[in-house]
Every structure is written in structure tokens, then in C-alpha cells.
């Protein structure tokens, strides 16, 4: 939760807008289905469980997409994703060049 | 003639030379059912004289008593009893075996012949009893009317022979034991087709209740095909180099009701050569590691999650301090700010540790969170709430959440004041076809309430992160008589579910 809102506030210190906010499976799922986005961030845990079936989604969709991890990369491993990931803990220059390297 | 008589040499036959051939020549053969050697018939005469010839021991027992003539080779073997066993009876000579004799000289009179292979006795040569062992040759001497009239016996002790064979015997008993006794799993392979020849319990136990004996290492496991371990034996085959591994995946099936089993193993395929160098046996010896390596799997993910943790906490810590300098009037505010949003994220922490990490009673998350200095007790907070058990995520967000409300009640609402009150309804209700939890907070007794010009961290985290968060709603009404703060969400949101638990 902390988490998110340091993330948006870096997000609008960027420039950019946010559209939408999930912290659990089931509502990041609906949100990811229906919502028009330059690009997603996702925490690879959300609340227990991972994300990949939102990330799956949204590269069916052909929204770009970056993860944001206490696991660094290797949260990613057995998950067949490549993205880049952001390491926990980061400042607003790292979720700037992730956002660019990305789009 | 008389002249010639007396020169003439009646043991003529017995050859020249010293040892038992003097001793035969002193003997007083009169005193014996043999008689002076004038008359004794030309079979015994021919007879004595072959043995005596030869280097091999060999005893004669001539007649019904078998009185005993035998050449040095057997003088040797007859120890101290030589030389008094010359001339006796070979029932007292060797009363000790007089049994066995006794079935000799019985066997040997009536026609017949023995032969004993490493035959144990025991002889008294030394004055002591004496293991000792024996190739016996018994046949019979015929006189000169085809008569047997006495056996002749050759006398190998293989005394030495047998207990180096025991010896032996006994050391590859011992080596058998460790071999089965070994802590660790031990198969000897034969040839190119790495046939099991041996394996020892923990082999067995490693491959279940199955024979392989006699068999073929790719028939007697045919599951471990493509497994990889077949090359690696054909490798140490005909390289003769050993090959190990250390932490192999297996899959075996150890018996059919369970199915295939996934195992680890350190090994080594140890190349046995024969003295020509060319290699005869792969000797497999190894452990069962599967425990230690579940262990040291576990420990990875252990530490992984705990760096996840931290990464996580850390973020956490960077929000707090980020977002409440941002907002801050002075560096002085902030930093108590600082410390107390930190400590609150610490006690929330502490909590959920405390229950491992399942989750939290929604009474404990209020205790932890509903703490001010100088109010033991909280006897400012009028709760009411059910008990209901929170899901982890949600007992962290909900502590957090209650300890911005407190702080910014102690600061500048009804806390403020020494008759300021809260109270705190929490409560669980039907809602169509939803079941939700709602929590009311509510000041009274404070200072008139304006709304806020500018929204900080605390402010930030109720009205946008919480009800994300929650997947609810959340209304903070500053009205003049106390400030109200109302959450809904979905129960399903915010109860610990059965399979977090």
C-alpha cells in the first residue's frame, strides 16, 4: 500500500497521469482487462499472490508493461515473462528510465 | 659261508645314508609282531625301501596293528613323537586319532583306498593339542600272495594352506559386513552390460524391493533411462576413470503403488581394473541427499523471501519518509512524523510476525495500532468491534490506516483535548448479495473541526491507498463537532481466507 503511493507520486513527478490503481489479483485483473494505458506497473505480489496472469493479459492487449519487485529479476523466474523489473527499494530516476527502456 | 653270513647286509634295501635309515637299522624289529628283518617277506622289505626314497612323508602300517616304518619326510611331520612312533603300534602311536586310524587300517586290510582332502585333526606332536589339517592318501600294501598286509599312507599337512584360505575367507566376511553395514549405498557392476554382482541394503532401499541380482543395470532399472546415468557408467567403463556427481536428480520407482519418486544423490562410478589393467567392475557407492537438498532448497526460498521482505520494508520506509517530507511544515515535524509512521510499521509488523505471517484478529490489529503516549489502556477509545480475523494485508493496511487517524486525532482533533473522546464502531453486515465490514471513527469532545487546507501523507493513505487497498470505500466528513471516518469493504477482501491460513 506505502509502496503504491510512492510509486504514483514519482509517477506524477514524471509527468504522467494515473489511471488506475489495483493492490489485489482480482481487481488488477477487471482493471487490466478494461483500461486504455500507456503502460502498466506491476508489483509481482500482490497480497500472496503474482501477477503474471495481469501481465499475460495485458501483453494480449499489446500494453507495455514493467514489474516493480522485492525479488529483483529473479521474481520473475519459472514465470516465462521477460519485462524489466524494477528493484524495490527505488527512486524517481529508476522508475523514469524504466518507464523509457519500456516504451 | 658262515664268514659270508656275517658280512652279509640284511638291511641292504634300505640304500646308504643317516636319519631314519640308522634308526631302522638299530631298531629291535624282533620285539615286534614283524620280526627281524631276516624274515620279513620281500612285499614289506620293497615296500620300506620305496618309501624311504622318497622326499614326500609317507608311513607304512604293516600288518593287524599296523606297526609304523616312514621315511624322513614324515619323521619331520611326526614331531616330537619321532622317533618313538618308529616301530609302534599305530593305534598308540597316535592314540589321540585312534578311531580314524582304526577305520584306516580296516579299510586298507580289506582291499580299499582313502583320500582325505584337508583333513582336520588334532595331534599331540608337542606336547600340546594341535589344530592341524591334512591331504591323506591311504592304500593297501599287498603281500606276496596279493594279500593286503599292511597301508601305506602319504601325509601332506596343509596345515598353513587352509588357515591362509580362512584367513581370506574370514577378511572378505569382514568386508561383506562393511560393505552391508556402510552408511552409504554400494553396488559392484560386472562388465560392459553393468551386470549387479552385489549391493548392499541401502542400495536396496535406495531401489526398492526388487531383485537385480544377475541383471543388467539398463533392465534391472529401466526407469532410469535418459536419466543420464547409463552414459556416465559407460564413460567410467571405458575410460577407467571414476566419474562423481554430487546432487543428481533421480527419478526411480521404488515400488509401483507410489510411483516414480524424485530423489538426489551424490555417487561415484569407481572403474575396478584387473591386474592386466583392463577394467572388469564399476564400483558405485554413494548418498541419498534428497533431505539436504529439500533442506538447502528451502533455505533458498527462505532467504529470498526474507530479501524480499526487506526489499519490500525498505520501500516501505522510503514511502513513509518521502511522502511526509513532502508534506511537512518543519524538519522537526517531520522527523517525529517519520519516526512515529515507522514505529507504527514496525508494531504492525511485529504483530503479523507474531502469527507468522497468516494474518491477525481485528481486536489485536486495533491494540497495536490505537497507541498514544501517556494513554495505557486507551481509556480515549470507546471500540466496539466483532471478533473477526483479518487476512495479512489487509491487518497491515487497517494498522496503519487507525494510526494515521490517532496521530492526527492527538495532533489537532479530539485527542487534543484532556475531554476529547473516539469512539470506534466496527462492525460485519449483509449487503445484497455482499457481505461487508465497516468501521466508523468517530471524534467528539475536540476543538471546532475546519477541513484541511493542504492533504498530507496520513490523509493520502486514507482516502486513496486504503480503499484501493480494501477494495472499498472510504468518506472522512470533517464536521464541526468531530471528524468522521467511515470504511466499507467487501468481508471477502479483508477476512483471512482457508488457504492463506
Known sequence: MLVALLIEDFIIQLGCEIAGIAMRLEPALELARTIDVDIAILDINLAGKQSFPIAELLRTRGIPFVFASGYGAAGLEGSGLSAPVLQKPFNVGDVGRLLASAL | ?501
Open chain 2, 1 to 501: 659261508m658262515t664268514e659270508n653270513n656275517r658280512t652279509e647286509d640284511a638291511f641292504a634295501f634300505l640304500g646308504k645314508g643317516n636319519g631314519i635309515r640308522q634308526l631302522i637299522r638299530d631298531f629291535e624289529w624282533g620285539a615286534t609282531p614283524l620280526g627281524r628283518v631276516e624274515t620279513w617277506p620281500g612285499s614289506l622289505r620293497t615296500a620300506t625301501a620305496l618309501l624311504v626314497q622318497s622326499s614326500v612323508p609317507i608311513v607304512m602300517l604293516w600288518g593287524e596293528h599296523g606297526i609304523m616304518i616312514y621315511n624322513d619326510a614324515y619323521s619331520v611331520f611326526a614331531g616330537k613323537r619321532h622317533p618313538q612312533l618308529l616301530g609302534s603300534k599305530v593305534r598308540e602311536g597316535w592314540a589321540e586319532i585312534a578311531d580314524f586310524n582304526d577305520h584306516v587300517m580296516k579299510v586298507g586290510l580289506a582291499g580299499g583306498t582313502l583320500a582325505y582332502r584337508d583333513q582336520e585333526l588334532t595331534l599331540h606332536r608337542r606336547g600340546v593339542p594341535e589344530q592341524v589339517w591334512m591331504n591323506l592318501d591311504y592304500s593297501p600294501v599287498l603281500d606276496e600272495a596279493g594279500t593286503p598286509a599292511g597301508v601305506i599312507a602319504i601325509v601332506v599337512e596343509t596345515t598353513g594352506e587352509v588357515v591362509a584360505r580362512q584367513r581370506i575367507a574370514r577378511e572378505h566376511e569382514r568386508l561383506l559386513q562393511l560393505f552391508a553395514q556402510a552408511p552409504t549405498f554400494m553396488a559392484m557392476l560386472r562388465g560392459e552390460n553393468h551386470v549387479f554382482e552385489m549391493l548392499n541394503p541401502n542400495y536396496q532401499a535406495l531401489i526398492g524391493d526388487r531383485d537385480v541380482i544377475g541383471k543388467p543395470a539398463r533392465d534391472a532399472l529401466p526407469e532410469l533411462a535418459d536419466q543420464g546415468f547409463w552414459a556416465l557408467l559407460d564413460q567410467a567403463y571405458h575410460t577407467g576413470e571414476p566419474v562423481s556427481r554430487w546432487s543428481e536428480r533421480l527419478v526411480i520407482i521404488r515400488s509401483p503403488d507410489i510411483g516414480p519418486e524424485e530423489r538426489f544423490i551424490d555417487f561415484v562410478y569407481q572403474p575396478i581394473k584387473s591386474d592386466s589393467g583392463t577394467v572388469t567392475h564399476i564400483f558405485v557407492q554413494g548418498s541419498d541427499v534428497t533431505e539436504r537438498v529439500i533442506a538447502e532448497h528451502r533455505q533458498r526460498l527462505l532467504v529470498n523471501e526474507l530479501n524480499h521482505r526487506v526489499k519490500n520494508t525498505l520501500a516501505s520506509v522510503q514511502a513513509i519518509t518521502t511522502q511526509t517530507l513532502r508534506g511537512a511544515m518543519s524538519l522537526r515535524e517531520a522527523s517525529d512524523s517519520i519516526n512515529d509512521r515507522i514505529l507504527a510499521l514496525s508494531r504492525a509488523h511485529n504483530m503479523l510476525t507474531a502469527q507468522n505471517w497468516t494474518g491477525a484478529d481485528l481486536s489485536d490489529v486495533l491494540d497495536t495500532a490505537l497507541v498514544l503516549d501517556g494513554d495505557p489502556g486507551r481509556p480515549r477509545f470507546d471500540v466496539t468491534s466483532p471478533a473477526l480475523r483479518l487476512e495479512p494485508h489487509a491487518a497491515l493496511s487497517l494498522a496503519l490506516a487507525l494510526h494515521e487517524l490517532a496521530i492526527n486525532a492527538a495532533k489537532f482533533g479530539a485527542l487534543s483535548r484532556p475531554d476529547g473522546r473516539v469512539d470506534i464502531v466496527c462492525e460485519t453486515a449483509r449487503l445484497e448479495d455482499e457481505e461487508v465490514f465497516r468501521m466508523t471513527w468517530r471524534e467528539k469532545g475536540g476543538p471546532p473541526v475546519q477541513t484541511p487546507q493542504r492533504r498530507g501523507f496520513g490523509f493520502h493513505l486514507l482516502e486513496r491507498a486504503l480503499p484501493v487497498e480494501l477494495s472499498g470505500k472510504v468518506r472522512i466528513h470533517h464536521r464541526p463537532e468531530g471528524l468522521v471516518f467511515e470504511l466499507s469493504a467487501p468481508l471477502s477482501a479483508i477476512r483471512e481466507s482457508a488457504d492463506l491460513g
